[in-house]
Protein backbone atom coordinates (compact mmCIF):
# COMPACT_ATOMS: atom_id res chain seq x y z
CA UNK A 1 0.00 0.00 0.00
CA UNK A 2 1.02 3.32 -1.04
CA UNK A 3 2.25 5.58 1.90
CA UNK A 4 2.67 8.87 -0.82
CA UNK A 5 -0.67 11.13 -1.73
CA UNK A 6 -1.39 14.62 -2.39
CA UNK A 7 -3.66 14.68 0.55
CA UNK A 8 -4.43 12.82 3.30
CA UNK A 9 -7.46 13.53 5.74
CA UNK A 10 -7.42 13.04 9.56
CA UNK A 11 -11.42 12.39 10.48
CA UNK A 12 -13.77 10.52 8.48
CA UNK A 13 -16.77 12.60 9.48
CA UNK A 14 -18.54 14.57 6.97
CA UNK A 15 -16.71 17.34 6.14
CA UNK A 16 -13.25 14.77 5.91
CA UNK A 17 -15.04 12.61 3.72
CA UNK A 18 -16.94 15.10 1.56
CA UNK A 19 -13.24 16.62 1.18
CA UNK A 20 -11.59 13.21 0.36
CA UNK A 21 -14.24 11.82 -2.08
CA UNK A 22 -14.24 15.33 -4.16
CA UNK A 23 -10.34 15.93 -4.40
CA UNK A 24 -10.41 12.23 -4.97
CA UNK A 25 -12.80 13.12 -8.28
CA UNK A 26 -10.45 15.51 -8.94
CA UNK A 27 -7.91 13.10 -9.65
CA UNK A 28 -5.60 13.59 -6.39
CA UNK A 29 -4.06 10.45 -4.48
CA UNK A 30 -6.31 10.85 -1.64
CA UNK A 31 -5.78 9.22 2.10
CA UNK A 32 -8.29 9.42 5.34
CA UNK A 33 -7.73 8.24 8.51
CA UNK A 34 -10.54 7.40 11.17
CA UNK A 35 -10.06 6.20 14.67
CA UNK A 36 -13.78 5.73 15.73
CA UNK A 37 -16.88 5.88 13.35
CA UNK A 38 -17.70 6.68 9.72
CA UNK A 39 -19.73 9.26 8.86
CA UNK A 40 -18.67 11.53 12.27
CA UNK A 41 -21.14 12.74 14.87
CA UNK A 42 -23.45 13.23 13.13
CA UNK A 43 -24.16 9.68 11.46
CA UNK A 44 -23.34 8.48 14.52
CA UNK A 45 -24.36 9.91 18.00
CA UNK A 46 -25.84 13.25 16.64
CA UNK A 47 -28.30 14.31 13.65
CA UNK A 48 -29.19 11.25 12.41
CA UNK A 49 -30.21 9.33 15.65
CA UNK A 50 -31.04 12.08 17.43
CA UNK A 51 -34.33 12.71 14.30
CA UNK A 52 -34.47 9.19 14.41
CA UNK A 53 -35.64 9.73 18.49
CA UNK A 54 -37.50 12.50 17.41
CA UNK A 55 -39.59 10.40 15.08
CA UNK A 56 -40.26 8.39 17.84
CA UNK A 57 -40.93 10.50 20.70
CA UNK A 58 -43.57 12.30 18.75
CA UNK A 59 -46.32 9.24 18.43
CA UNK A 60 -47.77 9.24 22.06
CA UNK A 61 -48.98 12.74 21.07
CA UNK A 62 -49.91 11.25 17.42
CA UNK A 63 -51.55 8.34 19.43
CA UNK A 64 -53.58 10.68 21.39
CA UNK A 65 -54.80 12.65 18.70
CA UNK A 66 -55.78 10.05 16.49
CA UNK A 67 -59.00 9.74 19.33
CA UNK A 68 -59.86 13.08 17.83
CA UNK A 69 -60.35 11.92 14.22
CA UNK A 70 -62.40 8.94 14.94
CA UNK A 71 -59.82 6.07 15.60
CA UNK A 72 -59.69 4.14 19.17
CA UNK A 73 -55.91 3.60 20.01
CA UNK A 74 -56.01 1.55 22.92
CA UNK A 75 -53.34 -0.18 25.14
CA UNK A 76 -49.98 0.33 23.39
CA UNK A 77 -47.06 0.24 24.64
CA UNK A 78 -43.29 1.76 24.88
CA UNK A 79 -40.30 -0.93 24.02
CA UNK A 80 -36.68 1.39 24.15
CA UNK A 81 -34.83 -1.20 23.49
CA UNK A 82 -36.29 -1.98 20.09
CA UNK A 83 -36.16 2.19 19.52
CA UNK A 84 -32.07 1.78 20.21
CA UNK A 85 -31.42 -1.28 18.34
CA UNK A 86 -33.15 -0.49 15.35
CA UNK A 87 -31.58 3.08 15.17
CA UNK A 88 -28.54 0.84 16.07
CA UNK A 89 -28.93 -1.08 12.81
CA UNK A 90 -29.63 1.92 10.47
CA UNK A 91 -26.49 3.54 12.03
CA UNK A 92 -24.77 0.82 10.91
CA UNK A 93 -25.80 0.68 7.55
CA UNK A 94 -25.11 4.38 7.04
CA UNK A 95 -21.73 3.63 8.37
CA UNK A 96 -21.15 0.89 5.71
CA UNK A 97 -22.58 3.45 2.56
CA UNK A 98 -20.02 6.47 4.11
CA UNK A 99 -16.92 3.35 3.83
CA UNK A 100 -18.32 2.52 0.53
CA UNK A 101 -18.38 5.68 -0.89
CA UNK A 102 -14.70 6.02 -0.19
CA UNK A 103 -13.58 2.81 -1.60
CA UNK A 104 -15.47 3.80 -4.77
CA UNK A 105 -13.90 7.22 -5.07
CA UNK A 106 -10.56 5.55 -4.71
CA UNK A 107 -9.59 6.88 -1.45
CA UNK A 108 -7.41 5.19 0.72
CA UNK A 109 -8.40 4.06 4.05
CA UNK A 110 -6.79 3.76 7.39
CA UNK A 111 -8.20 2.74 10.75
CA UNK A 112 -7.03 4.12 13.40
CA UNK A 113 -5.26 7.30 15.30
CA UNK A 114 -4.06 9.97 12.91
CA UNK A 115 -1.40 12.22 14.44
CA UNK A 116 0.44 15.36 12.25
CA UNK A 117 3.70 14.49 12.74
CA UNK A 118 4.92 17.95 10.39
CA UNK A 119 4.69 20.01 7.59
CA UNK A 120 3.46 17.37 4.97
CA UNK A 121 3.74 14.29 7.20
CA UNK A 122 1.24 12.01 9.07
CA UNK A 123 1.33 8.96 11.55
CA UNK A 124 -1.39 6.61 11.81
CA UNK A 125 -0.92 4.30 14.44
CA UNK A 126 3.16 2.68 13.75
CA UNK A 127 2.78 3.82 9.83
CA UNK A 128 4.06 7.30 8.54
CA UNK A 129 2.24 8.59 5.52
CA UNK A 130 3.11 12.00 3.01
CA UNK A 131 1.19 14.27 1.63
CA UNK A 132 1.75 17.49 0.14
CA UNK A 133 -1.56 18.51 1.70
CA UNK A 134 -3.11 17.35 5.09
CA UNK A 135 -6.86 18.26 6.41
CA UNK A 136 -8.13 18.25 10.03
CA UNK A 137 -11.39 17.52 10.09
CA UNK A 138 -11.74 15.80 13.47
CA UNK A 139 -14.93 17.61 14.63
CA UNK A 140 -15.98 18.17 17.80
CA UNK A 141 -16.88 16.17 21.14
CA UNK A 142 -19.10 17.24 24.47
CA UNK A 143 -18.06 19.96 26.71
CA UNK A 144 -18.52 18.62 30.87
CA UNK A 145 -17.50 21.48 32.84
CA UNK A 146 -15.44 20.61 36.17
CA UNK A 147 -17.23 20.23 39.62
CA UNK A 148 -18.06 18.06 42.35
CA UNK A 149 -19.16 14.77 40.98
CA UNK A 150 -18.87 15.88 37.18
CA UNK A 151 -17.76 11.85 36.56
CA UNK A 152 -21.86 11.06 37.37
CA UNK A 153 -23.07 13.20 34.87
CA UNK A 154 -23.77 11.40 31.18
CA UNK A 155 -23.00 13.45 28.00
CA UNK A 156 -25.19 13.34 24.48
CA UNK A 157 -23.45 10.47 23.10
CA UNK A 158 -24.59 8.24 25.97
CA UNK A 159 -28.20 9.02 25.45
CA UNK A 160 -28.11 6.52 21.76
CA UNK A 161 -26.78 3.61 23.96
CA UNK A 162 -28.98 3.13 27.38
CA UNK A 163 -29.61 -0.42 28.50
CA UNK A 164 -32.97 0.88 30.10
CA UNK A 165 -34.82 4.74 29.62
CA UNK A 166 -34.71 6.22 32.82
CA UNK A 167 -38.33 8.18 34.58
CA UNK A 168 -36.61 10.65 35.97
CA UNK A 169 -34.10 12.99 33.92
CA UNK A 170 -32.25 16.15 34.43
CA UNK A 171 -30.67 17.91 31.15
CA UNK A 172 -28.25 20.57 31.94
CA UNK A 173 -27.72 23.08 28.98
CA UNK A 174 -29.60 25.86 27.45
CA UNK A 175 -28.25 24.93 23.35
CA UNK A 176 -30.04 23.16 21.03
CA UNK A 177 -28.63 19.59 21.84
CA UNK A 178 -30.05 20.03 25.52
CA UNK A 179 -33.27 20.98 24.29
CA UNK A 180 -33.76 18.52 21.86
CA UNK A 181 -33.22 15.81 24.45
CA UNK A 182 -35.21 17.20 26.90
CA UNK A 183 -37.90 17.28 24.34
CA UNK A 184 -37.30 13.90 23.31
CA UNK A 185 -37.09 12.23 26.51
CA UNK A 186 -40.32 13.46 27.41
CA UNK A 187 -41.63 12.24 24.60
CA UNK A 188 -40.37 8.91 25.01
CA UNK A 189 -42.14 9.21 28.77
CA UNK A 190 -39.31 10.46 31.22
CA UNK A 191 -39.82 12.85 33.42
CA UNK A 192 -37.62 16.06 32.35
CA UNK A 193 -36.27 19.15 34.01
CA UNK A 194 -34.21 21.14 31.47
CA UNK A 195 -31.95 23.13 33.65
CA UNK A 196 -30.18 26.46 32.69
CA UNK A 197 -27.58 29.42 34.08
CA UNK A 198 -29.33 32.00 31.99
CA UNK A 199 -32.75 33.59 31.70
CA UNK A 200 -34.24 31.60 28.90
CA UNK A 201 -32.63 29.12 26.53
CA UNK A 202 -31.55 28.98 23.01
CA UNK A 203 -29.35 31.49 22.97
CA UNK A 204 -28.58 33.33 19.61
CA UNK A 205 -32.14 32.53 18.40
CA UNK A 206 -34.52 35.13 18.07
CA UNK A 207 -36.09 36.22 20.99
CA UNK A 208 -40.09 35.79 20.30
CA UNK A 209 -38.86 31.74 19.40
CA UNK A 210 -37.24 31.44 22.30
CA UNK A 211 -39.70 32.48 24.46
CA UNK A 212 -42.54 30.90 22.61
CA UNK A 213 -40.31 27.04 22.41
CA UNK A 214 -40.22 27.66 26.57
CA UNK A 215 -43.68 28.75 26.99
CA UNK A 216 -44.51 25.49 24.78
CA UNK A 217 -42.62 23.07 26.54
CA UNK A 218 -43.78 24.01 29.55
CA UNK A 219 -47.04 23.51 28.51
CA UNK A 220 -46.36 19.99 27.22
CA UNK A 221 -45.07 18.93 31.34
CA UNK A 222 -41.10 19.54 30.72
CA UNK A 223 -39.86 21.30 33.94
CA UNK A 224 -37.57 24.61 32.70
CA UNK A 225 -34.98 25.69 35.50
CA UNK A 226 -33.65 29.08 34.18
CA UNK A 227 -31.59 31.38 36.23
CA UNK A 228 -30.21 27.73 37.62
CA UNK A 229 -26.82 25.81 37.78
CA UNK A 230 -25.31 22.70 39.17
CA UNK A 231 -22.90 22.78 41.57
CA UNK A 232 -22.14 19.07 42.61
CA UNK A 233 -23.91 15.78 42.03
CA UNK A 234 -24.26 12.77 44.26
CA UNK A 235 -24.72 9.35 44.31
CA UNK A 236 -27.85 8.66 46.14
CA UNK A 237 -28.84 4.91 46.26
CA UNK A 238 -29.74 4.44 42.27
CA UNK A 239 -29.78 8.05 41.60
CA UNK A 240 -28.15 11.00 41.37
CA UNK A 241 -28.88 13.44 43.31
CA UNK A 242 -28.11 17.62 42.34
CA UNK A 243 -27.39 20.45 44.05
CA UNK A 244 -28.29 23.75 42.71
CA UNK A 245 -26.65 27.10 43.22
CA UNK A 246 -29.30 27.84 45.98
CA UNK A 247 -28.39 24.63 48.18
CA UNK A 248 -32.19 23.30 46.68
CA UNK A 249 -31.58 19.64 45.34
CA UNK A 250 -33.18 17.12 43.36
CA UNK A 251 -33.14 12.99 42.49
CA UNK A 252 -32.69 11.93 39.16
CA UNK A 253 -32.24 8.62 37.55
CA UNK A 254 -29.73 10.56 35.09
CA UNK A 255 -28.56 13.73 34.74
CA UNK A 256 -27.17 14.56 30.84
CA UNK A 257 -24.41 17.13 30.64
CA UNK A 258 -25.29 19.75 27.07
CA UNK A 259 -23.24 22.17 27.30
CA UNK A 260 -21.54 22.83 24.45
CA UNK A 261 -18.36 21.62 22.26
CA UNK A 262 -15.08 21.50 21.80
CA UNK A 263 -12.67 20.80 18.66
CA UNK A 264 -11.65 17.23 19.41
CA UNK A 265 -7.59 17.38 19.40
CA UNK A 266 -6.82 14.94 21.61
CA UNK A 267 -3.30 13.64 20.80
CA UNK A 268 -3.86 14.87 17.25
CA UNK A 269 -0.36 16.56 16.80
CA UNK A 270 2.99 15.70 17.98
CA UNK A 271 5.84 18.51 20.13
CA UNK A 272 6.20 21.38 17.36
CA UNK A 273 3.63 20.49 15.01
CA UNK A 274 0.50 22.37 16.79
CA UNK A 275 -0.91 25.38 14.68
CA UNK A 276 -1.98 28.19 16.14
CA UNK A 277 -4.94 27.74 17.72
CA UNK A 278 -7.85 30.26 18.57
CA UNK A 279 -8.61 31.96 22.38
CA UNK A 280 -11.24 29.26 22.42
CA UNK A 281 -8.74 26.37 21.43
CA UNK A 282 -10.37 25.39 17.92
CA UNK A 283 -7.78 25.56 15.22
CA UNK A 284 -7.17 28.97 13.61
CA UNK A 285 -7.77 28.76 9.81
CA UNK A 286 -7.79 31.76 7.20
CA UNK A 287 -10.65 32.11 4.85
CA UNK A 288 -8.99 29.40 2.73
CA UNK A 289 -9.13 26.87 5.66
CA UNK A 290 -5.35 27.15 6.00
CA UNK A 291 -3.33 26.89 9.17
CA UNK A 292 -0.18 28.72 10.21
CA UNK A 293 2.03 25.55 9.04
CA UNK A 294 1.91 25.50 5.15
CA UNK A 295 0.33 22.64 3.87
CA UNK A 296 -1.72 21.90 6.96
CA UNK A 297 -5.84 22.71 6.46
CA UNK A 298 -8.57 22.66 8.82
CA UNK A 299 -12.52 22.29 8.44
CA UNK A 300 -15.67 22.13 10.17
CA UNK A 301 -16.80 21.81 13.84
CA UNK A 302 -12.85 21.77 14.71
CA UNK A 303 -12.03 25.27 13.49
CA UNK A 304 -15.70 26.24 15.42
CA UNK A 305 -17.13 28.25 12.77
CA UNK A 306 -20.41 27.33 11.90
CA UNK A 307 -20.64 23.83 13.74
CA UNK A 308 -23.45 22.43 11.27
CA UNK A 309 -23.16 19.19 9.19
CA UNK A 310 -24.06 21.10 5.73
CA UNK A 311 -21.51 23.77 6.54
CA UNK A 312 -19.37 21.24 7.10
CA UNK A 313 -19.74 19.14 3.49
CA UNK A 314 -20.29 22.95 1.84
CA UNK A 315 -16.25 23.49 3.21
CA UNK A 316 -15.16 20.36 2.21
CA UNK A 317 -16.45 20.86 -1.33
CA UNK A 318 -14.59 24.17 -1.86
CA UNK A 319 -11.76 23.32 -0.19
CA UNK A 320 -11.47 20.39 -2.21
CA UNK A 321 -12.28 22.43 -5.62
CA UNK A 322 -9.54 24.67 -4.98
CA UNK A 323 -6.70 22.30 -3.95
CA UNK A 324 -7.42 20.25 -6.86
CA UNK A 325 -9.92 21.41 -9.09
CA UNK A 326 -9.50 22.44 -12.52
CA UNK A 327 -12.06 25.43 -12.04
CA UNK A 328 -11.67 27.40 -8.70
CA UNK A 329 -14.86 28.08 -6.56
CA UNK A 330 -15.25 31.55 -5.49
CA UNK A 331 -12.60 33.70 -3.53
CA UNK A 332 -14.35 32.83 0.31
CA UNK A 333 -17.26 30.58 1.37
CA UNK A 334 -20.39 32.18 1.89
CA UNK A 335 -21.78 31.63 5.41
CA UNK A 336 -24.74 34.41 5.18
CA UNK A 337 -28.42 33.20 5.73
CA UNK A 338 -27.20 29.41 6.42
CA UNK A 339 -30.85 27.81 7.47
CA UNK A 340 -30.56 25.93 10.15
CA UNK A 341 -33.02 24.02 12.39
CA UNK A 342 -33.55 22.73 15.86
CA UNK A 343 -35.84 19.54 16.62
CA UNK A 344 -37.23 20.85 19.90
CA UNK A 345 -40.51 19.96 20.96
CA UNK A 346 -41.72 21.75 18.99
CA UNK A 347 -39.63 22.35 15.70
CA UNK A 348 -37.84 25.10 15.13
CA UNK A 349 -36.64 26.83 11.57
CA UNK A 350 -34.73 29.69 11.08
CA UNK A 351 -33.08 31.46 8.15
CA UNK A 352 -31.27 34.95 8.11
CA UNK A 353 -30.99 37.33 11.07
CA UNK A 354 -33.07 37.42 14.22
CA UNK A 355 -34.69 40.67 15.20
CA UNK A 356 -31.62 41.42 17.71
CA UNK A 357 -29.42 41.03 15.06
CA UNK A 358 -31.30 43.01 12.25
CA UNK A 359 -31.44 46.08 14.06
CA UNK A 360 -27.59 45.93 14.84
CA UNK A 361 -27.50 46.29 10.72
CA UNK A 362 -30.44 48.31 9.59
CA UNK A 363 -32.10 51.77 10.97
CA UNK A 364 -35.46 50.29 10.71
CA UNK A 365 -37.12 47.10 10.20
CA UNK A 366 -40.96 45.90 9.98
CA UNK A 367 -41.87 42.70 11.66
CA UNK A 368 -44.32 40.71 10.62
CA UNK A 369 -45.34 37.84 13.15
CA UNK A 370 -48.68 35.13 13.02
CA UNK A 371 -49.50 32.55 15.47
CA UNK A 372 -51.79 30.28 15.30
CA UNK A 373 -52.95 26.70 15.86
CA UNK A 374 -52.39 24.12 13.37
CA UNK A 375 -55.26 22.96 11.94
CA UNK A 376 -54.89 19.12 13.09
CA UNK A 377 -55.97 20.15 16.20
CA UNK A 378 -59.09 21.98 15.76
CA UNK A 379 -60.83 18.98 16.25
CA UNK A 380 -60.28 17.98 20.06
CA UNK A 381 -58.98 19.98 22.93
CA UNK A 382 -55.28 19.70 22.49
CA UNK A 383 -53.48 23.25 22.41
CA UNK A 384 -50.35 22.94 20.77
CA UNK A 385 -49.02 26.54 18.16
CA UNK A 386 -47.14 27.48 15.81
CA UNK A 387 -45.44 30.64 15.28
CA UNK A 388 -44.00 32.20 12.39
CA UNK A 389 -42.01 35.50 12.18
CA UNK A 390 -40.88 37.61 9.04
CA UNK A 391 -37.93 39.99 9.67
CA UNK A 392 -38.37 42.83 6.98
CA UNK A 393 -35.67 45.88 6.05
CA UNK A 394 -37.90 48.84 6.27
CA UNK A 395 -35.66 50.67 3.25
CA UNK A 396 -35.13 48.20 1.19
CA UNK A 397 -38.14 45.83 1.77
CA UNK A 398 -36.19 42.59 1.49
CA UNK A 399 -36.47 39.88 3.84
CA UNK A 400 -33.50 39.70 6.53
CA UNK A 401 -34.67 36.39 8.71
CA UNK A 402 -37.43 34.17 8.80
CA UNK A 403 -38.75 32.27 12.09
CA UNK A 404 -40.56 29.14 12.68
CA UNK A 405 -41.47 27.21 15.50
CA UNK A 406 -44.02 24.64 15.13
CA UNK A 407 -44.76 21.44 12.96
CA UNK A 408 -42.75 20.52 9.91
CA UNK A 409 -40.86 24.00 10.88
CA UNK A 410 -37.71 22.64 9.14
CA UNK A 411 -39.31 21.79 5.92
CA UNK A 412 -41.30 25.03 5.58
CA UNK A 413 -38.10 26.96 6.55
CA UNK A 414 -35.79 24.75 3.78
CA UNK A 415 -37.55 26.21 1.18
CA UNK A 416 -37.57 29.33 2.00
CA UNK A 417 -34.20 29.20 2.64
CA UNK A 418 -33.92 29.40 -1.31
CA UNK A 419 -35.74 32.79 -1.87
CA UNK A 420 -34.00 34.44 1.00
CA UNK A 421 -30.62 33.67 0.19
CA UNK A 422 -31.77 34.89 -3.45
CA UNK A 423 -32.94 38.61 -1.96
CA UNK A 424 -36.19 38.19 -1.95
CA UNK A 425 -38.52 40.94 -0.77
CA UNK A 426 -41.45 41.13 1.08
CA UNK A 427 -43.17 41.99 -2.20
CA UNK A 428 -42.16 39.07 -3.42
CA UNK A 429 -43.53 37.27 -0.66
CA UNK A 430 -46.74 39.17 -0.56
CA UNK A 431 -47.05 38.31 -4.76
CA UNK A 432 -46.54 34.42 -4.11
CA UNK A 433 -50.37 32.52 -4.33
CA UNK A 434 -50.12 30.18 -0.75
CA UNK A 435 -51.02 26.94 -1.01
CA UNK A 436 -54.62 26.35 1.25
CA UNK A 437 -54.75 25.08 3.96
CA UNK A 438 -51.17 24.99 5.19
CA UNK A 439 -49.12 26.38 7.78
CA UNK A 440 -46.55 27.64 5.10
CA UNK A 441 -49.16 29.90 3.29
CA UNK A 442 -48.66 32.17 7.01
CA UNK A 443 -45.59 33.30 5.45
CA UNK A 444 -46.85 34.84 2.33
CA UNK A 445 -50.36 36.37 3.47
CA UNK A 446 -48.98 38.22 6.27
CA UNK A 447 -49.71 41.90 5.85
CA UNK A 448 -49.64 43.39 8.80
CA UNK A 449 -46.20 44.83 10.21
CA UNK A 450 -44.24 46.52 13.17
CA UNK A 451 -41.90 49.37 12.26
CA UNK A 452 -38.90 48.87 15.09
CA UNK A 453 -36.06 51.64 14.91
CA UNK A 454 -32.86 50.58 15.63
Known sequence: MTTEFDLVVIGAGSGGVRAARMAASHGARVAIIEE??????????????????????????????????????QGWSFDWATLRDNKSREIERLNGIY????????????????????QGRVAVEDQELSAANILIATGGKPY???FPGCELARISDDLFYLES?????????????????????????????????????????????RQF??????????????????????????????????????????????????????????????????EKGAIKVDDGFA????????????????QLTPVALAEGMWLAA????????????????????????????????????ALQQASAIRVYKSGFRPMRYTLGHKQE?????????????????????????????????????????????DATVGIHPTAAEELVTMRQGERITA
Open 144 to 146: VPE
Open 36 to 73: RFFGGTCVNVGCVPKKLFSYGSHFPQEFALAEDFGFSV
Open 213 to 278: VAEQMRGQGVDLKFNSDVTRLDSVGSGKQVTYQDGSQQTFDEVFYATGRVPKLDGLFADGATPTLT
Open 385 to 429: RSFIKLIVDDETDKVLGLHMAGEDAAEITQGFAVAIKMGASKADF
Open 165 to 209: LPERVAVVGGGYIATEFAGILHGLGCQVTQVYRGDLFLRGFDGDI
Open 291 to 306: TSIPGLYALGDVIDRV
Open 322 to 357: QLFGESKPQATMDYRNIATAVFSHPNIGTVGLSQEE
Open 99 to 118: QRILDQAGVTVFEGHGKVLG
